[in-house]
């Protein structure tokens, strides 16, 4: 069978084979993740807007400034940052074929990740402890929304880390593995870059 | 078969592909070139600059944002058609949610 | 990784090497299924990745769709033929037109779209699947469950009610009580995600997967036009989420967004939904208008006029959508400055539509022109969408959607635009295609029967529908009384509309009759232009046996006529010579992606977890178990099967993946 | 043979929407006959456009036409047409024309947008609010609180602020002006001012639930003479019925049954405190109309039902006298008190702990109907 031989040959190349075969030489699969990145702008965009939009409608309740604690956000705000140069770091060991630091690397940025759900979790018990609920008002409503669907975006890209820490110790990567992580890696840093933005527009930028 | 056609050919290819690919000490230092700026960014937040604050804190925005973009996302080594289309996203993003938001407060209130 | 998945493709001897070669690793430790295998019977079709078959039972499904909606169209119409309709009650009949849009825009033009172009994109680009297959499973199966899903809400408790556009607060669970409404908006998020994933997986394939030598500017009309489509959905769907979410969370979580009460502005839904819905529009029509540039040509025996022009109207069409939602708001209170803004920006939209409209008429010039069915959908498209467009055009001046907005007016402008521009070019495409979809020819005799009675049901039904529209007869109005002269039209309208179900009919018997009939389809029935028609009716599995190189635009006109000593073109050789040469050079080895469970079973977990999400929290969280589990199943099942992970029980039968003669 | 089928269905269609249209004679609603300087700025605006759409519409119609009958393949014609592939300076010729066509219609368009939404100086001021599925008109500085029926002086420029209690409504007189919606949490204006008395017809025309279709409105234009009579009457509070007649009895259901959300100005309690209506707790939108001058209005219940017998009384449009006894249509307001519901439908059960909107079904019995149908009557 011609599929033995292929993937006899490919030990030694453990670059993006696909990829080469198509029309443009790109990848199929980083296309579609920036596709998918252009595509989840929109969806960001309209949940920033939303809070801007709400972001001073709270009646008598409780409004950003009573809530917000700069210094524990700023801390998880940095922690996110140095993921961001974890997952960094494992690319490029992928891309080496280091599969040691590779699985290091990525095992962090996983770990990096959680500690910021995490702090977003202690943070929501806060606010809900201060009287700030998710129907409080439209203020609290539309903040839960848009950190809150971007602490999934970070759990999901948790759970992907994770996984792919996990096969890549058990060797079992169809494929190659240096372009799976780079995938994860464009996730995980637009995941970054919509914190960036949040962090600016929702704690720092006074209301 | 013909394996070793193919090959030589993704062999080509990939030298073709060997595009700058920044050592690690260059992410490195992005990093905390990125960390200054977050760090200014708090600090603008405690002094009250009114709206220049404001702006400041947009273009140190903009600036993280590109830069992990480029170099974290490796947009700048990488094709152009990938940056078309993350950019054409985050371009209609930003149309069509500013100018929504806009016609919020020009709505005349008589 | 859910994405690491390259179909063996492009250039025919190489595709052993796209296969991920990890592939030969044991496959019973690869997940928790076997593959299926089988090549026939359901099987073959409920988890095939084939995006021929895809295209098929996207077809099949939006078809049943749309006899639905139009059932809802006709129910709408019985209650409307006279004033003080009794046949439905309030209730019944605000369901009733909103499930109709709801099914018309989403579960059946969308959908018939993707039908189309997961069936002729692959095969016009030169490409033996798309780039993903199993997506585009995922993405059939999230279709049809989340369409289904829409509509059990009609047993239990009702449908939704708020109209198509669904304007906050009235869907709120103060107002809209049942269930209906959470139905709609988790349904339409489902179906949300089936086109999202289509989206990015056609536009990759279009990126990707053309034959040697088709570079984007010799792309068939069709392909281009699903192209701009895709970039609009890929952008525009994420918006309805948000919208969606917003509801959903308001609905089931008690979320303020749209509480009044708390401040809400209900505005913020508008802009949303609109944002989103405007460039939706033009995701119904572009297809049409693609299959229209496809068959206009064909049948004027002449390439299509301005190919260059059509292609960028379209894409200009598709950027220029963004600007213009708020056209939709002129009354809703939004300020003379931002409705003087989005006035102008919509005038400026009609100008690309012309350029297509004057280049179609500039095909037919000099032509020579056979009248078969498809062509004459097409021409009826031209002049139908035109009347369309042009009263949309008398929209766009602001003062006057005054008087018209969310009267009959604009309900005759958007029902001009979509029967007789979207529908029309889903037929012509019917058509067209037949033949090379089933290798059967529909009858043109009974197809011509349909034509006409399509031409005068559409025009008796939302002809009137101006004139009332411009007397005053507002929309959305489950009675009108006497006395204010809508009577007589609105009872023409009704009886239009029984015209057109005549018109559907008719199509239906064809369909039979053709199902009946023999296998009679020429290779090469109309004499086309494009690759889609350089192989077998229907296509082989593998669509071609040896990868074309183009080297124009209507390469496959080119195979077939040369010009001679005089500079006149003829024929030099017929398809059937064609083929013959292209099975003489077969690809050695290619390798399809094998059938997969898990886009079914994924897809049905996540309708489950939707319907958890409204009635039980347990079976949400199973649900949702199910979907984790299901895309690491997904995972380390790789795209493609080698030979020892086939079912032995029908190794024997299904030999099928060494397709290499077919 | 096509061809004239195709020429015959389409421009007919066409012509006849054009024609047809503009000379329709029983169209209360028709916004081709406009009778105030607002819908006539619009109608000025949107005809001659239409005759451009027209023109555009018959023009492509023609050469695709044309292409049918001139370029039809002709049997035994076996030779292949001249393949062009286009032609630039067509294109772009073509482009500019329906550009500068657009160009031109530009100023009017804007022109006209602005001069019917611009504040005019001196104008009278009513705020306009919608709810389920009724109108409330209050009118500022005059202490005036009435429903459905607009009344308006002729020849004045009326400025309206709309807004609504519960979902987007919207307001429209299509003889006197465009639409706007009455969106709750925020005011829209809109202007309206018409030419000389008469009585206006209107339809709420933004979805708004299961009693959309039966949201109607009126505007009622008098002369300024008149005007001021109906203003002064509407100040006036309700006079008591005199005590044990069937009135009487039926203002004190009135006050058990009604009170809570209908105000009439004027009306006591026992100890002689002024009742006022309060917003029900359980009313989604918390009001419901004002029924001082119930009688001074020729129509009920959100404009679906007549108050006024049809025919009797004819009095010539633009001075109505409200409706008298002898013309009130009772048995509509007697079933209407009898179960709500049951005559427009609206969610209205009463029900402890779920909110409701439009009136419910107060199971009154006969007798107390009669006596309410009798009190009604002296709401003039
Ligand atoms: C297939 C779908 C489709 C398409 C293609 C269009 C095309 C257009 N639509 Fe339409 N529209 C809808 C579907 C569509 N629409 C729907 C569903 C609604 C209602 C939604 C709802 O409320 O439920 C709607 C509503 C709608 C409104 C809101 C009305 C209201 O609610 O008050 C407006 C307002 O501007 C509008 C404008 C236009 C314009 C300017 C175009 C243009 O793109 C048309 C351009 C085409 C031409 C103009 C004809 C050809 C051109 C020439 C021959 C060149 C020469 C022409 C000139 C110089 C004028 N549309
Ligand atoms: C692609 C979109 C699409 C299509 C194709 C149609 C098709 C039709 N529509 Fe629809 N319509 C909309 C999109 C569409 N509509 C939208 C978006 C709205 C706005 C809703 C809102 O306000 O929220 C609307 C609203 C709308 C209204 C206004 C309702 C109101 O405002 O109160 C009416 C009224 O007549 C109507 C009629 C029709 C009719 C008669 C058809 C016909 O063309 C239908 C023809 C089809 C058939 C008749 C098929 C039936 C066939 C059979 C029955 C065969 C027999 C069956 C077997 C053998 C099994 N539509
Ligand atoms: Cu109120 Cu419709
Ligand atoms: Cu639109």
Same mark, same amino acid.
């Given at each position: 069978m011609a599929d033995v031989a292929v993937a006899h040959d490919s030990e030694h190349h453990t670059d993006d084979h696909g990829a080469h075969h198509t029309y443009t030489g790109l990848s199929n699969n980083k296309l579609a993740m920036w596709l998918f990145l252009g595509s989840d702008c929109l969806l960001f965009g309209g949940l920033i807007s939303v809070y801007m939009l709400y972001r001073g409608r709270y009646q008598e309740g409780l409004g950003p400034n009573d809530v917000y604690d700069i210094v524990f956000t700023s801390v998880s705000s940095f922690v996110l940052l140095i993921s961001s140069l974890t997952m960094v770091l494992a690319v490029t060991a992928a891309g080496r074929n280091d599969v040691r630091r590779t699985r290091l690397w990525l095992t962090t940025t996983g770990l990096l990740g959680a500690t910021f759900v995490g702090a977003q979790v202690f943070e929501f018990t806060g606010f809900y402890r201060k009287g700030l609920g998710f129907t409080t008002s439209l203020f609290s409503s539309s903040f839960f929304t848009l950190t809150g669907f971007h602490g999934v975006h970070v759990t999901i890209g948790v759970i992907m880390l994770m996984s792919l820490a996990v096969i890549t110790m058990r060797g079992r990567i169809p494929g190659n593995r240096a372009e799976v992580v780079e995938l994860v890696g464009l996730y995980w840093h637009f995941v970054d870059i919509v914190w960036i933005v949040i962090f600016t527009l929702v704690y720092l930028i006074p209301s | 078969m013909t394996t070793a056609v193919e090959h030589s050919e993704s062999v080509s290819h990939e030298q073709a592909d060997e595009h700058a690919h920044p050592k690690d000490s260059f992410y490195v230092k992005i990093a905390l070139f990125l960390a200054i700026l977050t760090g200014l960014e708090i600090a603008l937040s405690y002094v009250h600059w009114g709206s220049l604050g404001t702006y400041l804190l947009f273009a140190l925005m903009i600036v993280k944002f590109v830069s992990v973009v480029m170099f974290f996302m490796h947009l700048r080594f990488d094709s152009k058609i990938f940056g078309y289309l993350f950019w054409t996203g985050l371009g209609l993003a930003l149309t069509v949610y500013v100018a929504a938001l806009a016609t919020f407060q020009m709505f005349s209130k008589n | 990784m859910a994405i690491i998945e390259s179909t063996p493709q492009t250039l025919g001897k190489t595709l052993e090497l796209t296969a991920a070669p990890v592939a030969v690793t044991p496959p019973a430790t690869l997940g928790l299924l076997r593959r299926p295998m089988s090549t026939t019977g359901w099987k073959s079709w409920v988890f095939t990745v084939d995006h021929k078959k895809l295209g098929i039972m996207y077809g099949v499904s939006a078809f049943v769709f749309f006899v639905l909606g139009g059932f809802e169209a006709l129910l709408i119409r019985i209650q409307l033929a006279r004033p003080n309709g009794k046949f439905l009650s309030a209730d019944v009949y605000n369901q009733m037109f909103t499930m109709h849009a709801t099914t018309m825009v989403f579960l059946f033009v969308m959908p018939m779209a993707a039908a189309f172009a997961n069936y002729f994109v692959p095969l016009q680009i030169g490409a033996r699947d798309v780039a993903f297959p199993r997506i585009n499973a995922l993405g059939f199966w999230l279709f049809l469950f989340g369409a289904i899903f829409i509509n059990l809400s009609w047993l239990l408790g009702g449908a939704a009610d708020g109209g198509w556009f669904a304007y906050a607060p009235n869907t709120g669970t103060v107002f809209s009580p049942t269930h209906g409404m959470d139905f709609w908006a988790l349904g339409l998020q489902i179906t949300g995600i089936a086109s999202l994933t289509g989206a990015i997986n056609l536009i990759v394939t279009v990126i990707n997967m053309r034959a040697p030598g088709m570079t984007m500017m010799r792309m068939p009309v069709f392909t281009w036009m699903i192209m701009v489509i895709q970039f609009l959905l890929v952008f525009a769907i994420p918006v309805i989420s948000v919208a969606l979410f917003l509801l959903t969370f308001s609905r089931l979580y008690g979320a303020t967004f749209f509480d009044t009460q708390k401040g809400a502005d209900p505005l913020l839904w508008q802009h949303l939904f609109w944002i989103f819905g405007h460039p939706e529009v033009y995701i119904l029509i572009l297809p049409s208008f693609g299959i229209v540039s496809e068959v206009l040509p064909v049948f004027s025996k002449k390439p299509l006029f301005g190919y260059n022009f059509v292609v960028f109207s379209g894409v200009a069409i598709g950027f220029m959508g963004w600007g213009v939602w708020a056209h939709h708001m002129f009354a809703s209170g939004i300020g003379p400055i931002s409705v003087t803004v989005f006035a102008l920006t919509t005038m400026l939209i009609a100008i690309p539509t012309g350029v297509k409209i004057v280049n179609w008429v500039g095909t037919l010039w000099g032509g020579s022109l056979t009248f078969s069915t498809a062509m004459l959908f097409a021409i009826g498209l031209i002049i139908e969408f035109t009347i369309g467009g042009l009263s949309g055009v008398t929209h766009a001046l602001a003062a006057s959607d005054m008087q018209q907005t969310d009267t009959y007016y604009i309900v005759a402008h958007f029902h001009y635009v979509l029967f007789g521009g979207a529908i029309f070019g889903i037929m012509?495409? &019917?058509?067209?295609?037949?033949? #090379?979809? &089933?290798?059967?020819?529909?009858?043109? #005799?009974?197809? #011509?029967?349909? &034509?006409?009675?399509?031409?005068?049901?559409?025009n008796l039904t939302f002809g009137p529908m101006h004139i009332v529209g411009l007397q005053g007869q507002p929309r959305r109005m489950y009675l009108y009384p006497d006395g204010y002269g809508f009577g007589f039209w609105n009872l023409v309208e009704s009886i239009g509309a029984f015209i057109i179900a005549t018109g559907v009919l008719v199509f239906i018997i064809n369909v039979v009759r053709t199902a009946r009939g023999p296998a009679n389809a020429p290779l090469d029935p109309w004499d086309a232009r494009s690759l889609e028609w350089l192989t077998t009716s229907p296509p082989k599995e593998h669509n071609f046996d040896a990868i074309p190189h183009v080297h124009h635009l209507d390469e496959f006109f080119h195979q077939k006529y040369a010009e001679d000593e005089n500079g006149n073109l003829v024929k030099v050789k017929t398809a059937e010579q064609l083929m013959a040469e292209q099975e003489a050079a077969k690809d050695a080895h290619i390798h399809l992606p094998s059938p997969s469970y898990w886009p079914m079973i994924i897809s049905f977990a996540i309708t489950m977890l939707a319907l958890g999400v409204i009635y039980s929290l347990p079976l949400a969280i199973a649900s949702a178990v199910v979907v984790l589990a299901g895309v690491y199943g997904w995972l380390l099942e790789p795209s493609v099967a080698d030979d020892s992970d086939s079912d032995p029980a029908i190794h024997g039968s299904s030999d099928g993946k060494e397709l290499a003669h077919g | 043979m096509k061809?004239?089928?195709?020429?015959?269905?389409? +421009?007919?269609?066409?012509? +006849?929407? +054009?024609?047809?249209?503009?000379?329709?004679?029983?169209?209360?609603?028709?916004?081709?006959?406009?009778?105030?300087?607002?819908a006539r700025e619009i109608d000025n605006l949107q005809r001659p456009v239409f005759y451009v759409a027209g023109i555009v519409g018959v023009i492509v119609t023609a050469a695709v036409l044309y292409c049918v009958i001139k370029f039809r393949a002709r049997a035994g014609e076996e030779v292949v047409p001249h393949q062009s592939h286009g032609n630039t300076k067509l294109e772009i010729g073509l482009t500019l024309l329906s550009t500068l066509t657009l160009v031109a219609i530009v100023p009017s368009s804007v022109g006209t947008l602005w001069r019917v939404t611009n504040k005019p100086d001196n104008a009278m001021n009513v705020t306009v609010i919608g709810q389920q599925w009724w109108w409330e008109y209050q009118y500022d500085g005059m202490n005036i609180v009435t429903a459905n029926e607009l009344v308006i002086p002729e020849k004045t420029k009326i400025r309206l602020r709309i807004t609504s209690r519960d979902v987007i409504h919207s307001f429209w007189i299509p003889k006197l002006n465009g639409k706007r919606d009455a969106v709750p949490n925020r005011y829209h204006t809109l202007n309206l001012e018409s030419d000389g008395t008469g009585v206006y017809d209107g339809q709420c025309t933004e979805f708004c639930g299961l009693s959309h279709a039966n949201m109607r409105q009126k505007a009622v234009v008098l002369s300024d003479a008149d005007f001021k009579v109906w203003v002064a009457n509407q100040q006036q509070n309700a006079a008591q019925p005199p005590a044990a007649t069937m009135a009487a009895k039926g203002e004190e259901t009135f006050i058990a049954q009604c009170v809570r959300c209908h105000q009439v100005n004027g009306l006591q309690n026992a100890n002689g405190e002024p009742l006022q209506s309060q917003a029900d707790e359980q009313l989604v939108s918390g009001a419901a109309p004002n029924l001082t001058h119930l009688m001074s209005r020729t129509t009920f219940a959100g404009g679906t039902f007549n108050l006024k017998n049809e025919g009797c009384d004819a009095t010539p449009p633009g001075t109505p006298t409200g409706t008298t006894l002898e013309c009130l249509n009772r048995s509509q307001l007697e079933a209407w008190l009898r179960n709500a519901p049951e005559e427009k439908p609206m969610y209205a059960i009463l029900n402890d702990d779920k909110k409701y909107r439009g009136m419910p079904n107060l199971n009154l019995t006969e007798q107390q109907i009669d006596e309410l149908v009798a009190y009604l009557a002296t709401l003039k």
């Amino acid at each position: 069978m011609a599929d033995v031989a292929v993937a006899h040959d490919s030990e030694h190349h453990t670059d993006d084979h696909g990829a080469h075969h198509t029309y443009t030489g790109l990848s199929n699969n980083k296309l579609a993740m920036w596709l998918f990145l252009g595509s989840d702008c929109l969806l960001f965009g309209g949940l920033i807007s939303v809070y801007m939009l709400y972001r001073g409608r709270y009646q008598e309740g409780l409004g950003p400034n009573d809530v917000y604690d700069i210094v524990f956000t700023s801390v998880s705000s940095f922690v996110l940052l140095i993921s961001s140069l974890t997952m960094v770091l494992a690319v490029t060991a992928a891309g080496r074929n280091d599969v040691r630091r590779t699985r290091l690397w990525l095992t962090t940025t996983g770990l990096l990740g959680a500690t910021f759900v995490g702090a977003q979790v202690f943070e929501f018990t806060g606010f809900y402890r201060k009287g700030l609920g998710f129907t409080t008002s439209l203020f609290s409503s539309s903040f839960f929304t848009l950190t809150g669907f971007h602490g999934v975006h970070v759990t999901i890209g948790v759970i992907m880390l994770m996984s792919l820490a996990v096969i890549t110790m058990r060797g079992r990567i169809p494929g190659n593995r240096a372009e799976v992580v780079e995938l994860v890696g464009l996730y995980w840093h637009f995941v970054d870059i919509v914190w960036i933005v949040i962090f600016t527009l929702v704690y720092l930028i006074p209301s | 078969m013909t394996t070793a056609v193919e090959h030589s050919e993704s062999v080509s290819h990939e030298q073709a592909d060997e595009h700058a690919h920044p050592k690690d000490s260059f992410y490195v230092k992005i990093a905390l070139f990125l960390a200054i700026l977050t760090g200014l960014e708090i600090a603008l937040s405690y002094v009250h600059w009114g709206s220049l604050g404001t702006y400041l804190l947009f273009a140190l925005m903009i600036v993280k944002f590109v830069s992990v973009v480029m170099f974290f996302m490796h947009l700048r080594f990488d094709s152009k058609i990938f940056g078309y289309l993350f950019w054409t996203g985050l371009g209609l993003a930003l149309t069509v949610y500013v100018a929504a938001l806009a016609t919020f407060q020009m709505f005349s209130k008589n | 990784m859910a994405i690491i998945e390259s179909t063996p493709q492009t250039l025919g001897k190489t595709l052993e090497l796209t296969a991920a070669p990890v592939a030969v690793t044991p496959p019973a430790t690869l997940g928790l299924l076997r593959r299926p295998m089988s090549t026939t019977g359901w099987k073959s079709w409920v988890f095939t990745v084939d995006h021929k078959k895809l295209g098929i039972m996207y077809g099949v499904s939006a078809f049943v769709f749309f006899v639905l909606g139009g059932f809802e169209a006709l129910l709408i119409r019985i209650q409307l033929a006279r004033p003080n309709g009794k046949f439905l009650s309030a209730d019944v009949y605000n369901q009733m037109f909103t499930m109709h849009a709801t099914t018309m825009v989403f579960l059946f033009v969308m959908p018939m779209a993707a039908a189309f172009a997961n069936y002729f994109v692959p095969l016009q680009i030169g490409a033996r699947d798309v780039a993903f297959p199993r997506i585009n499973a995922l993405g059939f199966w999230l279709f049809l469950f989340g369409a289904i899903f829409i509509n059990l809400s009609w047993l239990l408790g009702g449908a939704a009610d708020g109209g198509w556009f669904a304007y906050a607060p009235n869907t709120g669970t103060v107002f809209s009580p049942t269930h209906g409404m959470d139905f709609w908006a988790l349904g339409l998020q489902i179906t949300g995600i089936a086109s999202l994933t289509g989206a990015i997986n056609l536009i990759v394939t279009v990126i990707n997967m053309r034959a040697p030598g088709m570079t984007m500017m010799r792309m068939p009309v069709f392909t281009w036009m699903i192209m701009v489509i895709q970039f609009l959905l890929v952008f525009a769907i994420p918006v309805i989420s948000v919208a969606l979410f917003l509801l959903t969370f308001s609905r089931l979580y008690g979320a303020t967004f749209f509480d009044t009460q708390k401040g809400a502005d209900p505005l913020l839904w508008q802009h949303l939904f609109w944002i989103f819905g405007h460039p939706e529009v033009y995701i119904l029509i572009l297809p049409s208008f693609g299959i229209v540039s496809e068959v206009l040509p064909v049948f004027s025996k002449k390439p299509l006029f301005g190919y260059n022009f059509v292609v960028f109207s379209g894409v200009a069409i598709g950027f220029m959508g963004w600007g213009v939602w708020a056209h939709h708001m002129f009354a809703s209170g939004i300020g003379p400055i931002s409705v003087t803004v989005f006035a102008l920006t919509t005038m400026l939209i009609a100008i690309p539509t012309g350029v297509k409209i004057v280049n179609w008429v500039g095909t037919l010039w000099g032509g020579s022109l056979t009248f078969s069915t498809a062509m004459l959908f097409a021409i009826g498209l031209i002049i139908e969408f035109t009347i369309g467009g042009l009263s949309g055009v008398t929209h766009a001046l602001a003062a006057s959607d005054m008087q018209q907005t969310d009267t009959y007016y604009i309900v005759a402008h958007f029902h001009y635009v979509l029967f007789g521009g979207a529908i029309f070019g889903i037929m012509s495409g &019917f058509y067209y295609w037949w033949p #090379k979809i &089933f290798g059967r020819m529909l009858n043109e #005799k009974l197809g #011509k029967l349909h &034509f006409w009675l399509f031409v005068a049901g559409t025009n008796l039904t939302f002809g009137p529908m101006h004139i009332v529209g411009l007397q005053g007869q507002p929309r959305r109005m489950y009675l009108y009384p006497d006395g204010y002269g809508f009577g007589f039209w609105n009872l023409v309208e009704s009886i239009g509309a029984f015209i057109i179900a005549t018109g559907v009919l008719v199509f239906i018997i064809n369909v039979v009759r053709t199902a009946r009939g023999p296998a009679n389809a020429p290779l090469d029935p109309w004499d086309a232009r494009s690759l889609e028609w350089l192989t077998t009716s229907p296509p082989k599995e593998h669509n071609f046996d040896a990868i074309p190189h183009v080297h124009h635009l209507d390469e496959f006109f080119h195979q077939k006529y040369a010009e001679d000593e005089n500079g006149n073109l003829v024929k030099v050789k017929t398809a059937e010579q064609l083929m013959a040469e292209q099975e003489a050079a077969k690809d050695a080895h290619i390798h399809l992606p094998s059938p997969s469970y898990w886009p079914m079973i994924i897809s049905f977990a996540i309708t489950m977890l939707a319907l958890g999400v409204i009635y039980s929290l347990p079976l949400a969280i199973a649900s949702a178990v199910v979907v984790l589990a299901g895309v690491y199943g997904w995972l380390l099942e790789p795209s493609v099967a080698d030979d020892s992970d086939s079912d032995p029980a029908i190794h024997g039968s299904s030999d099928g993946k060494e397709l290499a003669h077919g | 043979m096509k061809a004239k089928l195709t020429k015959a269905g389409l +421009v007919a269609s066409l012509a +006849v929407g +054009v024609l047809l249209t503009g000379c329709a004679t029983d169209a209360p609603q028709d916004t081709w006959q406009p009778e105030g300087y607002y819908a006539r700025e619009i109608d000025n605006l949107q005809r001659p456009v239409f005759y451009v759409a027209g023109i555009v519409g018959v023009i492509v119609t023609a050469a695709v036409l044309y292409c049918v009958i001139k370029f039809r393949a002709r049997a035994g014609e076996e030779v292949v047409p001249h393949q062009s592939h286009g032609n630039t300076k067509l294109e772009i010729g073509l482009t500019l024309l329906s550009t500068l066509t657009l160009v031109a219609i530009v100023p009017s368009s804007v022109g006209t947008l602005w001069r019917v939404t611009n504040k005019p100086d001196n104008a009278m001021n009513v705020t306009v609010i919608g709810q389920q599925w009724w109108w409330e008109y209050q009118y500022d500085g005059m202490n005036i609180v009435t429903a459905n029926e607009l009344v308006i002086p002729e020849k004045t420029k009326i400025r309206l602020r709309i807004t609504s209690r519960d979902v987007i409504h919207s307001f429209w007189i299509p003889k006197l002006n465009g639409k706007r919606d009455a969106v709750p949490n925020r005011y829209h204006t809109l202007n309206l001012e018409s030419d000389g008395t008469g009585v206006y017809d209107g339809q709420c025309t933004e979805f708004c639930g299961l009693s959309h279709a039966n949201m109607r409105q009126k505007a009622v234009v008098l002369s300024d003479a008149d005007f001021k009579v109906w203003v002064a009457n509407q100040q006036q509070n309700a006079a008591q019925p005199p005590a044990a007649t069937m009135a009487a009895k039926g203002e004190e259901t009135f006050i058990a049954q009604c009170v809570r959300c209908h105000q009439v100005n004027g009306l006591q309690n026992a100890n002689g405190e002024p009742l006022q209506s309060q917003a029900d707790e359980q009313l989604v939108s918390g009001a419901a109309p004002n029924l001082t001058h119930l009688m001074s209005r020729t129509t009920f219940a959100g404009g679906t039902f007549n108050l006024k017998n049809e025919g009797c009384d004819a009095t010539p449009p633009g001075t109505p006298t409200g409706t008298t006894l002898e013309c009130l249509n009772r048995s509509q307001l007697e079933a209407w008190l009898r179960n709500a519901p049951e005559e427009k439908p609206m969610y209205a059960i009463l029900n402890d702990d779920k909110k409701y909107r439009g009136m419910p079904n107060l199971n009154l019995t006969e007798q107390q109907i009669d006596e309410l149908v009798a009190y009604l009557a002296t709401l003039k």
